[in-house]
Every structure is written in C-alpha cells, then in structure tokens.
C-alpha cells in the first residue's frame, strides 16, 4: 500500500505520473490514478470501494504548503501542475512505488505534440539564440515575453500559469532548462 509515502507525496506522484510536469492536472484524474497506484488507501472507510475525494483534495493542498515541500501549484477549480521541488522529488521517489506501470511515464500524444511544438519554437527565438551566444544581457523584455508567448494581453495569474507550465515543462530539458529558468526571472521580475 505504499505506507513509506505520506498521502501528499503519494497525490505528487499520482500528478506527476498523469504529465503534471508540463501541463495542469484535473483533481479527479489525480484521485483515480491514485487510487491505482495505492489501492484504498484514499477510500471511505463505511465504502471501501469508493474514493474519497475531499481525501485527495486535502492531500493535494497539503503539497503545495512550504512545510511539505512545496510540491504542487494550482487549485481544484484549474488543476493541479508540479513546482520545480515537486519534479524533483517525483525523479527521486517514483522507483520507489511498487506499481508495474511506473516505468512508462510519458505525455499522452496531444502533450506530445505540444511538446514538440513549443520546444521547436523556443529553440528558434531570438532570447535563445542570445543565451546560447552568451548575450543574455542583451535580451530585451519583449524577446523575454516572446519566449513564453505573453503580451500585454496575458496578465495577473493567467501570465504566472504560462510561465509556470513552460518551466515546469522544460527546466530538465538539456537544450532548454537553462535558458527557460533565466528567462522567467527576467520576465518575472519586469511584472
């Protein structure tokens, strides 16, 4: 059943195995895939064959407190999406789990494809070609927001989430996980 893990680590898990890495994840989806991951564990315990979802729903507010690492981002009404602790942890721990599909982890196709789609992009913009230059200075705000598709449009929490899906998406990257992390500072910091 697991029990090595806390239920806020066995949530992270669940979310990272469901792509949470790179794109948010639904708090229903993170309740079945936990479920079958650590069987009854997030059960009623009058139902047995019922999850309990208020149990996931606490477990995945627990990963997002700094006390617990800080693992999640996001709330139930938009997902919920790995932080950089979260994917570390997540890289550490899951040949730990005792489940026989842990060693298949991958995007679904349409992720896949998204994937693809933003690295080729990225990698042929001007704030990349500037860090690979050594240039980074030289980078202005507008090829910074350019990096993460944002404009003057794309504010408040919706920027933040854009911003937070690339990293947590391509921070491992070999060709990208410098530049993408350097990149948000700039960006974060310009507001």
């Given at each position: 059943m697991n029990k090595e893990f806390s239920n806020f680590e066995m949530v992270t898990l669940a979310v990272y195995l469901l792509g949470g890495n790179h794109t948010y994840v639904d708090t229903e989806d993170v309740a079945i895939k936990?479920?079958?991951?650590?069987?009854?564990?997030?059960?009623?315990?009058?139902?047995?064959?019922?999850?309990?979802?208020?149990?996931?729903?606490?477990?995945?507010?627990?990963?997002?407190?700094?006390?617990?690492?800080?693992?999640?981002?996001?709330?139930?009404?938009?997902?919920?999406?790995?932080s950089?602790?979260?994917?570390?942890?997540?890289?550490?721990?899951?040949?730990?789990?005792?489940?026989?599909?842990?060693?298949?982890?991958?995007?679904?196709?349409?992720e896949g494809s998204w994937l693809s789609r933003e690295k080729i992009r990225m990698l042929a913009s001007s704030a990349f070609e500037k860090i690979n230059d050594n240039k980074f200075d030289e980078i202005t705000i507008q090829e910074?927001?350019?990096?993460?598709?944002?404009?003057?449009?794309?504010?408040?929490?919706?920027?933040?989430?854009?911003?937070?899906?690339?990293?947590a998406a391509f921070n491992s990257d070999p060709d990208l996980g410098t530049c993408v992390i350097k990149l948000a500072e700039k960006v974060k910091q310009n507001g």
């Open positions: 936990v479920n079958e991951i650590s069987p009854g564990r997030f059960s009623w315990e009058k139902y047995p064959n019922q999850i309990n979802i208020e149990k996931v729903r606490t477990s995945l507010s627990d990963a997002k407190k700094v006390k617990n690492g800080g693992y999640l981002v996001g709330k139930h009404s938009q997902g919920w999406l790995l950089d602790e979260g994917v570390k942890f997540s890289q550490r721990r899951l040949k730990d789990l005792n489940h026989k599909d842990v060693s298949k982890v991958q995007a679904n196709e349409k910074a927001e350019a990096f993460f598709r944002l404009d003057e449009y794309v504010t408040g929490k919706a920027r933040e989430r854009k911003i937070e899906r690339l990293v």
